[in-house]
């Protein structure tokens, strides 16, 4: 995050995140022949349903996450960056498509689930936003928009971290129903402060409306 941190420091957070998202894609990549011989809760849950959208999710949302933390060491504009863009929002609406159907599947119900939704639901369109921003040429507005969906993308590395550290004070289902929220919120003010107080102080320009 440059402006932020000390250029070895943002050296440093991005090999770490893009160790982390690595690590998450595999996993989603995966999931069918991990679990393959398993049918114990999430599995057994997950067995019923339409195996098109789960998959969505866990492949689209996978490699969208890999595919975002491989554009932060890209060039812009480049060949390689443009073409990464395109896979990752393509990855996003299936990944989002997917996660807007299991979270009415979601463990613990609705208090889970819409934390789920709401999270699938912003990811979708701050994805467009920004698709729609870059097309107008708005590249300053189309930055905001497009690290606000990675944000959302790296939901799938909070959850992950944050569950287990909360299920160390509080019962796993409580811990679930607070990560559910925070995986995602979390994030977004993080990325809110970071935008701040790197393009609102560089005073980046934001001209121009988008009609969607």
């Known amino acids: 995050m440059p402006g932020l941190l000390p250029s070895a420091r943002h050296y440093r957070f991005k090999v770490v995140l893009l160790m982390f998202a ?3 894609t595999a996993y989603s990549l995966g999931y069918h022949w991990i679990y393959s011989d398993s049918d114990e809760g999430f599995i057994a849950e997950f067995r019923i349903l339409n ?6 999710h866990f492949v689209g ?4 996450l890999s595919l975002g933390a491989i554009q932060l060491w890209t060039k812009r504009p480049s060949r390689l960056h443009r073409w990464l ?7 996003v609406v299936a990944g989002a498509m997917g996660g807007v159907y299991l979270s009415f599947y979601s463990h613990l119900g609705a208090i889970t689930g819409s934390g789920f939704f709401i999270a699938a639901v ?3 369109c701050s994805t467009f936003i920004a698709l729609r921003f870059v097309l107008a040429r708005q590249f300053d507005a189309h930055r905001r928009w497009i690290l606000r969906s990675f944000a959302l993308s790296c939901a799938a590395i909070s959850l992950r971290v944050l ?32 935008l701040f ?6 005073k980046a320009p934001i001209t121009g409306s988008l009609t969607l």
């Open 22 to 24: 690595f690590a998450v």
């Open 51 to 56: 195996p098109f959208l789960l998959y969505a």
């Open 61 to 64: 949302g996978g490699l969208a």
């Open 85 to 91: 863009g395109r896979a990752y929002c393509l990855c």
């Open 122 to 124: 912003l990811w979708f």
């Open 163 to 194: 569950l287990p550290l909360l299920s160390l004070v509080f019962s796993f289902e409580t811990s679930y129903a607070l990560v559910a929220w925070l995986c995602w919120s979390i994030n977004l003010v993080i990325i809110e402060i970071y």
């Open 197 to 202: 107080y790197t393009l609102t102080r560089a």
